[in-house]
């Protein structure tokens, strides 16, 4: 029993309604929807997708294919004909005398079980190889081999090709000459096989491995996000609650899973502000976008530690290395500059304006600065002035510590620190400001600067 | 003396309520009277006791959601398992299952358990027969498992 109208979805998504019986569609859901049809049985059918993966070359430029799905079929790379029998005498015969264990072996590990290994192709290409060498030289030894088959074996295997013909098949296609549905569309196989050169097709696709895609543990984490799991709860309750989604089962390993979700609690309980780099973790390609190739300066992170830190007048650059042990390590300042001696004179150096200087005075050498240079920044600014233009209208928080540095970053780039300007990196003057204060300094004089224009 | 829980405890709370709540479970479940099964509640609690610590472990360590001042209250209390997550962050240790299982003075030949053996390893010996370990029903804890 069947239900005489069905509900599809027009090629623009509109839903429409077909009457199974009469054959008549309508876009309107129509009174007697949920009549029933007791004549029909409800068919159910199971699309199965196969592809071609194995192949093996016979007689007369036949080839015995094997999908993945474990059917297999005959294919004609000279007449470009696929048929489910093998009408070939010769090669009939050379596929009952291979071992029927391999073949078996050989379905499976075309339908992802690998429990004969890898090798088991390579040794039915070897003993086809070694059977056409032995019946060449039966031939020519008695002139014609003898005809003697296991009809048995044949009738069996027939039989097989009967059944799985009907899964692929839903119901109503032509068995003699059909083909397998999804066999059109993966030609490279095919086309290989015209080339001729059938060995190189070997195990083709790799056997699926369980491997944690990127996507994968996306979409874990992103189902972590829709099911509003309790960042602060623990794993074994809030697996509970998602573990009947498909998408949770799309990463195999427990652990993985686990550690996704850390990683997932760890972003939402920070409340999202390192989103970006987080998004790194999963796609690479995406990082190398986003990141441009914004990178600091050699001294800019010994340059902040220093603003931070109290400076009196009896400071020196031990007592900066001390007070701030943890930014040392944190900022890597070792892999900058790796010298500590490097490190004293540059920290002394800026302690010298720290110490004389107040911040605004220190704000107004900074300027002057930038005015010693102001030819090349000019120039530099001038080659890209578009994105120039549409950095300095971007309003930054300036809370919010990695939009602040970002800008500076580009900022930098910008006039050509990296480029002609890079005598200025080395300069300690264009240190003597914190992060916070020299990108809003550099914000105002670049501003001053695109509106004079 | 039970002092007041330190602020962030709110948060944490519903999650080891419910550890509470299966520990008392086990508590008051009958011990079956099988002899081979009369450890299983044993190993229930010490799975609820690894379950618990290794949530307040990554909730310190690896969400950073609480304080360190929460976190050491914790285990003052006896909510994680000091011990064992000092064990947690030595190399090779990363998964233990509980300390019995690499206790070596209390085994016949000095050995750790079972449990503590990478599982390719026991597959390369014989087609393996190992499922639980008896100390406290760990299915494998090595690291590279």
Known sequence: MAPVWRVYAAPDGRKYYYNAVTKHSTWYKPESFNEIDENREVKRFKKIESKPHVALELYHSWYLIICDTGKKFYYNAESNESIWNLPDEASRKLIDTLERNKLVALVGLARGYSFGGLHVYDELVADLASLKQESEAKRLAEGGATSEKNEKEIKEESKDQGQDQDQAFEGDTDGKKGLVTGYSSSSDDEVEVEDGKPQSILAIESIEDPINTPEDKKALWNLFTRYELNPYSAWPFEMKRIRDHPDFCRVLDDSVKEDVFEEWCAHTISGGLNETRLEEHFDEEEEKEEEEDLEPTRFHYLAQIVSKSTITSTTIFMDIRNENKSLFKKYNIKDFISSKKDQESFVSKLLYYYKRMTLEERKEAFIQLLEQNRKTIEENLFDDIGNVRNCLCQEVDTNDSYAVETKLFKMEKFIGLWRNLSNLMEEPKYYILGIREKMLELDNYLKMYVELQ | ?145
């Open chain 2, 1 to 145: 003396m039970p002092t007041a829980p330190p602020p962030g405890f709110e948060k944490i709370k519903p999650a080891l309520n419910e550890f509470e709540s299966q520990l008392k479970q086990v508590h008051h479940a009958n011990t079956s009277r099988i002899a081979a099964k009369k450890d299983e509640k044993l190993w229930e609690i010490l799975k609820i006791n690894n379950e618990r610590s290794r949530y307040i472990f990554n909730l310190f360590y690896k969400r950073k959601a609480i304080s360190r001042e929460l976190y050491e209250w914790l285990l003052k209390n006896r909510l994680a398992d000091r011990q064992l997550i000092a064990k947690w962050k030595k190399k090779g240790y990363e998964k233990l299952c509980c300390l019995k299982c690499i206790q070596r003075r209390e085994t016949n030949h000095g050995n750790v358990c079972i449990c503590r053996i990478p599982r390719a390893h026991l597959l390369e010996k014989d087609s393996n027969t190992f499922r639980q370990c008896n100390n406290c029903g760990c299915h494998g804890c090595s690291s590279t498992d």
